[in-house]
């Protein structure tokens, strides 16, 4: 798929057929979900702003053959991360000033539906969740704190805009002097919930500017700070929290997107792309 071409449905030149909708420009963040036939569909965001934003979906056959393209969600700005949720649905944030986060079904065209996963606007970049069902969300801002979002119940229409309100905690790093670290090197420090914004802001700004990608495995909540590149490594029962320099080799620019994976004689690995040059 090429932006702001038609998509090639088959294979086979004589019948080729193509996609109604061209596919969509500055793809970012994507993920892909199984369908009920053997199928699968694969999701990206649109980084495009001025209202022309949105999630662009690819839909494949059990035989991985394209079948459809189509968009879940439309008219939004600067689409840049998200996450899964455990419901089979997509999240997607804004990383705007008014930025906020939505969710859409990757199997259903224009699906749009908005959330409450955050409270006030900004340029919000990756979501995910816990085992008990709070969301935590990155701001990719200088002063952008990491939000913690408990919703009123488990239920799936608990994060919609149109259930009744949760609860929002921001993240407190603390018993570290500093996030400045170099390859190699780990630091051990705790952290805390506030329900104050504004103090966990100049805590961000301080100690975890411009958040990036974030994921959750086995009661550890893990993300990174680009503009530090730092790895941090919460144990979210103990409180505590490793960070750790993404700074090793030839990686030296920015982390933005991780995945944590678990299994296997290496046991837990965290994977991240790179935002730069190489």
């Keep these: ?84 949720t455990p419901w089979g649905t997509w999240l997607s944030a804004e990383e705007d000033t008014g930025g906020r986060v939505w969710e859409c079904d990757p199997f259903e065209p224009d699906s749009k539906k908005a959330t409450q996963v955050v409270k006030f606007p900004g340029a919000y970049e990756s979501v995910t969740f816990d085992d008990d069902y709070n969301v935590y969300t990155t701001e990719d801002a200088w002063n952008g704190p990491l939000t913690k979002f408990v919703p009123n119940s488990t239920n799936h229409e608990a994060i919609w805009e149109s259930a009744p309100l949760g609860k929002y905690m921001y993240f407190m790093l603390t018993g570290v002097g500093s996030t400045s670290l170099i390859s190699g090197v780990s630091v051990n420090a705790s952290f805390s919930w506030t329900t104050s914004r504004s103090n966990a802001q100049e805590n961000a700004a301080q100690y975890y500017p411009n958040t990036e990608g974030i994921d959750f495995k086995n009661g550890h909540l893990f993300f990174v700070s680009k503009i530090k590149k730092v790895l941090f490594t919460c144990n979210l029962s103990a409180m505590s929290c490793v960070l750790t320099s993404t700074v090793s080799g030839t990686f030296t620019n920015q982390p933005d997107q991780i995945k944590v994976v678990t299994g296997g004689s290496r046991g837990q690995m965290v994977y991240f792309c790179e935002d730069g040059t190489r």
């Design 1 to 84: 798929a090429t932006a702001n071409r038609h998509v090639a449905l088959t294979s086979a030149a004589v019948s080729r057929k193509w996609s109604s909708l061209p596919f969509h420009t500055l793809p970012d963040a994507g993920a892909c979900f199984n369908g009920t036939d053997g199928g699968w569909v694969y999701v990206s965001n649109s980084e495009v702003g001025n209202g022309r934003g949105g999630v662009g979906v690819l839909a494949y056959d059990a035989e991985g053959k394209l079948k459809d393209y189509y968009m879940c969600m439309t008219s939004t700005n600067r689409n840049c991360g998200g996450g899964k």
